[in-house]
């Protein structure tokens, strides 16, 4: 799988850290006081996003393992990091889930990951975990959910449209898409993990008009590849949200969840 433009990842930030629901963030940082030694490794890592979001919430103590298949992505990583001695960083591939380097690891984070990964791949993720008794904290899944205040006939037609191609194949198999925190908290539920499942939702208004110019940018491929709209439509479509963005009182909700699963002891 390919990384993401790095200028994509900074806009979606600010955002990303608001909409992280904040008991579940208080639920991973208990969990990590309890452990006298707690390790963390963060998959899919980007440019750091998630370590520079709860870093100053896990003990003093804690190390983290940054990795990401994109070197691009890892060296900002690191320049963001800025020499800080609790992080390393390393390029990995996730397609081999199995040889992730679990030992003496505490927690494996995930931020916007799973929702562009297969059933199989998040089998695979999970029966990983279990066998060292690894817990998980992954949060921003896409749910499938994108409503605007401001409607547009065609706004059902195009969340249907994103939604189909969100389940195509981004490099781990098939995507489960909209379905992939209800499997990942059936796959640990079954591996006797306690699963704690919240809502984290994008809320973006005429102040982040910049991230939803971004949005809109993405969805125009994906609507074209499904092809259920003509590119008209799709144009039109485009045209009239991209107008009402900045317009007072506008707002667009793009719905996530986050997921939390703790082994037993």
């Given at each position: 799988m390919?990384?993401?433009d790095?200028?994509?990842?900074a ?7 608001r ?11 208990r ?8 390790v963390?490794i ?10 520079r979001s709860?870093?100053d919430r ?5 190390q983290?393992?940054l990795?990401?298949?994109d070197p691009?992505?890892l060296?900002e990583a ?5 020499g800080?001695g609790d992080?390393a ?16 690891v505490?927690?494996v984070?995930?931020s ?6 297969s059933?199989d791949f998040?089998n695979?993720?999970?029966d990983?975990l ?8 992954a949060?921003?899944n896409?749910?499938g959910v994108m ?9 059902g037609q195009v969340?249907?449209?994103?939604n189909q191609?969100q ?8 995507a489960l898409?909209p379905?992939a ?8 539920e079954n591996l ?5 499942v ?5 809320v973006m208004?005429p102040?982040e008009?910049a991230?939803?110019l971004a949005?809109?940018?993405?969805l125009e491929?994906p609507l074209?590849e499904?092809?259920?709209l ?9 045209q009239f ?5 900045r ?6 909700v793009?719905g996530h969840?986050?997921?939390l699963?703790?082994?037993r002891?």
């Open positions: 390919s990384g993401f790095k200028d994509w990842l806009l979606r930030e600010p955002v990303d850290l909409a992280r629901d904040a008991s579940m963030v208080e639920r991973f940082s969990h990590l006081e309890e452990v006298q030694a707690s963390i963060d998959i899919g890592c980007g440019t750091g996003s998630t370590w709860l870093s896990v003990p003093r103590t804690a983290w393992q990795l990401d298949y691009l992505l060296a690191e320049r963001r990091a800025g800080a992080v960083f390393r390029q990995f591939d996730l397609n081999q889930i199995e040889e992730l380097p679990l030992a003496e505490t927690m984070t995930a916007a990951l799973f929702d562009l990964c059933a998040c695979r993720f999970a990983t279990a066998r060292s008794k690894t817990g998980v904290y949060a921003l896409y749910d409503e605007w205040s401001i409607r547009h006939p065609l706004d969340t249907i449209d994103f191609h389940r195509l194949d981004k490099g781990f198999g098939p898409g379905d925190t209800e499997h990942l908290r059936l796959a640990f006797r993990y306690r699963v704690t919240a809502t984290s939702p994008w208004g102040d008009a991230l939803q949005f809109l940018e993405g491929k074209l499904i092809g259920s003509t590119t008209d439509e799709i144009k039109a479509w485009l949200r991209r107008e009402k963005v317009e007072p009182g506008s707002s667009c793009v969840t986050d997921i699963a703790l082994p002891n």
